[in-house]
């Protein structure tokens, strides 16, 4: 055998033994030290006092394991039935198209003429003939609603919306 | 009903019913585990002087965190990783460095009091000695391997479970502990010779 082998092997080996020896001399030896009193009541009202701040539940958590996956479950459906419930559902507010609401007030010497047909641009014509209306005459109405001042010298005045 | 006092009820079943509240159950595991708290702390590199400070921190973490405690889960393996881990929080907090910083000898010197014969004991204390100040210049992984391992006699698969690494990464840990430990030791015994036989080429053995 070769004496630097003959060393590297003595030693690994030494090491090695040393090294269970020191294992076994720990394990053996180890303390089974236990907590002092004043330690172990910390612990323990600790915990008593941890159980206390969280009082029983009168009603049953939402979230415990079996109703997450409940809900998590019927997420998508209730999703789903909501979006058919809102597709299904009218559109609020427009007339339908073609038919037109008008509101009419008089006021202050002035007419006031609301109109909701779905649109807020128009143009009103205004006449004393309800077959002639000169276009010239148009006003053009952008908010859906039209003031005219009332004509004192004529009884009945017409109106045409376009 | 359950005895809480029986050895033969499980930790899980104690700790099933410490999550009802129930007092007993909390005060059985305390004792059951303690001592292996308070030791492993001290091979974990936690003065004497601050094991109980820390076990007291192990414990009221178990306890405070037993409400996610799952049926299934050994409580045996979450407890070892929240003293492992909580002594690594230690170590961090103190800003222990690996190399030149031994507490661990220091817990060792409450041993209880069943003594071999002097010159025994004084041999197992130079190993002790020795192998504390070997385990200082292991990583954290490796010290926590090596501690659960071969000081506290787990298996392999049962290290793993604690720390939450697979069984090749214990082993892995596990040699490289050994190989790093076997090196120191063989130095201070150059160094320092201890009471050790060695092996001659005649096959003789000299003490």
């Not at chain 1, 809900?71 to 998508?76: E, K, M, R, T, Y």
């Not at chain 2, 090596?146 to 040699?175: C, D, K, P, Y």
Request: proline share 4%; aromatic share 6%; hydrophobic share 40%.
């Amino acid at each position: 055998m070769k004496i630097g082998q003959f060393f590297k092997t003595s030693d690994s080996s030494a090491g090695r033994d040393t090294l269970r020896r020191a294992v076994r001399a720990t394990r053996r030896t180890s303390s089974d030290a236990v907590l002092s009193a004043t330690a172990r009541d910390r612990i323990l009202n600790a915990a008593r006092s941890q159980a206390a701040d969280q009082p029983a539940e009168l009603f049953p958590s939402l979230f415990t394991a079996p109703r997450r996956l409940l809900v998590a479950g019927a997420l998508p459906l209730i999703l789903a039935v909501g979006l058919l419930v809102l597709l299904n559902q009218p559109a609020p507010v427009a007339p339908e198209p073609g038919s037109t609401t008008l509101q009419v007030s008089k006021e202050d010497g002035q007419v006031f003429i609301r109109i909701a047909n779905g649109s807020r641009n128009h143009v009103v014509y205004r006449s004393t003939d309800p077959d002639r209306f000169d276009r010239s005459t148009g006003v053009k109405v952008t908010d859906g609603s039209f003031t005219d001042a009332i004509d004192d010298q004529a009884s009945l005045v017409f109106y045409r919306i376009d | 009903m359950a005895s809480y006092s029986d050895p033969e009820t499980s930790d899980e079943t104690l700790a099933r019913a410490a999550q009802q509240g129930e007092v007993r159950a909390l005060e059985t595991l305390l004792d059951r585990h303690q001592s292996k708290v308070l030791r492993i702390l001290g091979f974990l590199g936690v003065p004497a002087q601050d094991c109980e400070d820390v076990a007291q921190e192990v414990f009221v973490r178990v306890f405070r965190h037993l409400k996610g405690f799952r049926t299934g889960q050994s409580f045996g393996a979450w407890i070892y990783r929240v003293t492992v881990n909580a002594a690594h929080d230690y170590r961090t907090r103190k800003g222990r460095r690996a190399a030149g910083e031994t507490g661990w000898q220091d817990g060792l010197e409450s041993a209880p009091d069943e003594r071999p014969g002097p010159a025994e004991s004084a041999r197992e204390r130079e190993l002790r000695e020795a192998l504390g100040q070997a385990l200082e210049t292991l990583t954290e992984r490796e010290r926590s391997v090596f501690v659960l391992r071969e000081l506290e006699g787990l298996e392999t698969a049962e290290v793993a479970r604690s720390l939450g690494i697979s069984a090749i990464t214990v082993r892995r840990h596990l040699f490289r502990a050994r190989r790093r430990l076997r090196t120191i030791l063989a130095d201070l015994e150059k160094r320092n010779p201890l009471s050790v036989e060695r092996i001659v080429p005649d096959g003789s053995s000299h003490g």
